[in-house]
């Protein structure tokens, strides 16, 4: 299920952003995340925990997860990244499944990605930094970078590489 897809999509991506799957033990802080009044899980919680574990390791980490994330000011988030951090998540809980699933995934990735690089948002609707608020926002862009994110992404990712090793 969440996790096959996650690995299978996640290797799509290798070609043009060097990343690693690795399908984790459950994030042992949980528990605290839970937001009983919304049913919800706080996305800062999990950013804190990537970014714990890409400090320890020395690389970026972005994890995929299948439970519904909030953060403050947001009824619902698809992923959140800590912006030239280290760490990110992504959640396919509103995604939906099969091909639909596969590339809204691959867009919050490299969203994602992107922010934990340190890439902010952009007013290209086409762009896949610009922010998505709703599911046909994020289906509506693309599965990459406008031409001027591109350019800064490798600017700041060639910076990155040489200090964390991704
Ligand atoms: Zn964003
Ligand atoms: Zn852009």
């Known amino acids: 299920m969440p996790y096959d897809s996650a690995a299978e999509y996640m290797n799509l991506l290798q070609e043009n952003l060097p990343m690693e799957n690795r399908v984790t033990k459950p994030v042992p802080d949980l528990k605290q995340m839970y937001d009983k009044k919304r049913d919800q899980y706080n996305a800062r919680g999990y950013v804190r925990h990537c970014s714990r574990m890409a400090r320890k ?12 994330l909030f953060s403050a000011g947001h009824n619902f988030v698809f992923g959140s990244a800590q912006v ?7 959640s396919i809980y509103r995604l939906g499944e099969g ?16 922010h934990i690089v340190g890439l902010t948002h952009c007013d290209d609707p086409l762009c896949v930094m610009h922010f998505s608020n709703t ?5 509506n862009k693309g599965t990459w970078f406008c031409a001027d994110c591109e ?16």
């Open 135 to 139: 599911i046909s926002e994020a289906d």
């Open 151 to 166: 350019k800064e992404y490798g600017e700041l990712k060639s910076g990155r590489l040489d200090k964390t090793n991704v």
């Open 99 to 114: 091909k639909l699933l596969e590339g809204r995934m691959i867009k919050e990735a490299v969203h994602e990605i992107g």
């Open 84 to 90: 030239g951090g280290h760490g990110g998540v992504i």
């Open 57 to 68: 390791e020395g690389h970026l980490v972005l994890g995929v997860t299948g439970v519904d």
